[in-house]
Structure formats: C-alpha cells, structure tokens
C-alpha cells in the first residue's frame, strides 16, 4: 500500500475532516502526544506504549511520549531495583525531552504515588505543549497525567484518543474504588463521550464503554500488539497432536496471568 500525501486537512469541533481524491482516504502523518503514567506498567499491557510509538514512527508520524518520574513499581522491591536506572534517567529532565528507546519522552515531576501519581504541573505543562500536536492518545485511565491531558485536549479542542485498558471493568474499577469514583465524576463519566476515539482490547471492554455512554461508532477495538520474536519455537511438543487439530498455520498460544486474588480457582 502506498501512503499518499494529504492535500488539505482541517480540525473542526474535535474531528479531523480529511478529504478523498480518486476513491482513496490521504492520510496526514500526525505529531502525536502519547500520554502514559510511567516507561512500564502494572499489566500485561504494559510493553504497548513503546511498541505501538515506534511502530507509529516507523510509518512517519512523529511520536513523543509525556509521562511521570513515579516508581510506578512501589510495592515490589525487585521490580523497583529493576526500574530505578530509567526513574533516574527521568527525574534529572523533568520537562525536558530526552531520548528513551529512540522515542523523545518528556517526564514531569509525581508528588502524590497514592493519589494517581499526582503531578502538580501536569495542567499548566499541558496548556503549555497541547496545541503543538494534531492529537492526544492517553494510554491506561485513572492516572492524574492522562485524566489531565484529556481535560485540557478537550478543552483546547485538541483530538484525543483514550485506551482504558480494562481499567473500566469491575475488578479492575473496585481497586481504589473512592478514588475512582471521585475520578468518575470529575473527569470519566465527562471525557468517554468527548474523545474523538476510544481504543478497545476486546468485546468485554466494548461493552463497558458503551455502558458508559459512548458512541459505539467511535469504538475501534484494536487487540494488544505482539512481537513475534518474542514467540520462536524454542522446544516442538506434540499440542496440536494432543488437542487434534490440524496444523495448516502458525498459532500462538498466550498464558493467562490470573489474578488469584479474584480467580482462586483458575489454572494455568
């Protein structure tokens, strides 16, 4: 497929209107502000910040990543350690750009860990840089920066994209659940229905959003990304034999990590 340049592009009431010629969609490449709590998370969702950034830059956008210095791992001291030389890296440029992984990544500074990882600056920063970027993608929810950043976007009538990340189903929302409910109405219950898309990993999630008012035609549910080279074939087992299936394509077949806490009686 051939990206074609775009030939005129406006913004209005919080859409980007792109125009056709000869039957095919010209697609601008976009300055995106990417938008995340911290460089690694508390979930298996955790590695798609960087790995759909650079696959966004590898296609021409221009991607810069706005986080927080928190220890997004406070509460396990081996993950903590592990973490430390990138908070380091993070806390000596705080509102300044620097270069993690090749992607431009600016962190600002968290006051509060328990409180959403509190960042006082975030809403004057964000005032500050909004404006230079075609569109806001703010990756998990009840985290102050993303909260804020989606505020401001919709504010300044900047496109913002929300990827909850599950964040909106029941187990996930009864951890901290008055926090999040004092969230809600400050910011959920009035940004679901502003973003100009909301990302889903998943019908469950679907559901979710729609349950919380949002126009389903603006739901895109795109699954987690993978790496294949992070699934080579490093031992051959007799599993297609065992459960009889033919094998005529590659699958890959993904653990579950069951929160014991809620599932006692998974196995894995």
């Known amino acids: 497929m051939v990206r074609k340049r775009v030939l005129h ?3 209005t009431e919080n859409k980007y209107v792109i125009y056709k010629k000869a039957n095919l969609i010209l697609v601008k490449y976009m300055k995106i502000l990417a938008v995340n709590f911290g460089m690694s998370g508390f979930a298996g969702d955790s590695n798609q910040l960087f790995t759909i950034t650079k696959n966004l830059i590898s296609q021409g956008h221009e991607v810069t990543i706005v986080t927080t210095d928190a220890n997004v791992w406070k509460g396990d001291l081996e993950k903590s350690k592990q973490y430390s030389e990138i908070r380091g890296i993070l806390r000596s440029s705080i509102e300044k750009s620097i ?3 090749d ?5 600002l500074h968290c006051t509060i860990h ?3 990882m509190y960042c006082p600056n975030a809403k004057t920063f964000a005032k500050k840089i909004i404006k230079d970027y075609d569109v806001v993608h703010v990756f998990n929810w009840y985290h102050h920066l993303g909260m804020t950043f989606a505020q401001v976007s919709n504010e300044e009538k900047v496109p913002f994209v929300i990827s909850f990340y599950a964040t909106l189903q029941e187990k996930g929302h009864d951890y901290k659940k008055f926090q999040k409910t ?3 109405s400050i910011y959920t219950k009035k940004l679901i229905s502003k973003a100009g898309a909301l990302h889903s990993i998943g019908e469950l ?3 979710d959003y729609i349950k919380w008012g949002a126009d389903p035609k603006k739901i895109f549910r795109v699954d987690n990304v993978i790496s294949l080279n992070d699934y080579q074939i490093t031992k051959s087992t007799n599993i297609f034999k065992r459960l009889k299936v033919e094998k005529e394509e590659d699958y890959i077949y993904r653990k579950p990590n069951w929160n014991r806490k809620y599932f006692p009686r998974t196995h894995t």
């Not at 992607?103 to 962190?107: E, F, H």
């Open 9 to 11: 592009i406006n913004r």
């Open 205 to 207: 999630e679907t559901q």
């Open 114 to 116: 328990e409180f959403g």
């Open 99 to 101: 270069k993690i992984n």
């Open 103 to 107: 992607v431009p990544v600016i962190p």
């Open 182 to 184: 004092i969230a809600d």
